[in-house]
């Protein structure tokens, strides 16, 4: 089992940043691909960020293409989501997501789920 844990999301005003982490524990050898969803109120859940194990590849959803950026420190158990001129539309929870397949964008494939943080991103 992976255990996940974000933290880091808040109430911020429109253009500000925030950088959401979120630290995994348990069976974290062999590697695993990582993830940020988010789900807004009212919403579906979708697709944000995805990362390989090794970091060399990253995917954006085009909503945040440009602004958002996604990294990782496997030493630490780490991954981090940098975001940046938020917007109000940003509003959501987010949460983490690793499955031990291949980089995905569809949540179904993802093993692990974090509780979740929310951020709120006020005009």
């Known amino acids: 089992q992976v255990q996940l844990v974000e933290s880091g999301g808040g109430l911020v005003q429109a253009g500000a940043s925030l950088r959401l982490s979120c630290a995994a524990s348990?069976?974290?050898?062999?590697?695993?691909?990582m993830g940020w969803f988010r789900q807004a109120p009212g919403k579906e859940r979708t697709f944000v960020a995805a990362?390989?194990?090794?970091?060399?590849?990253?995917v954006y959803a085009d909503s945040v293409k440009g602004r958002f950026t996604i990294s990782r420190d496997n030493a630490k158990n780490i991954m981090f989501l940098q975001m940046n001129s938020l917007k109000p539309e940003d509003t959501a929870d987010y949460f983490c997501?690793?499955?031990?397949?291949?980089?995905?964008?569809?949540?179904?494939?993802?093993?692990?789920w974090g509780q979740g943080t929310q951020v709120t991103v006020s005009s």
């Open positions: 990362i390989t194990w090794s970091g060399g590849e990253a």
């Open positions: 348990g069976r974290t050898n062999g590697g695993f691909q």
């Open positions: 997501a690793a499955n031990r397949g291949l980089i995905s964008t569809r949540g179904r494939n993802y093993e692990y």
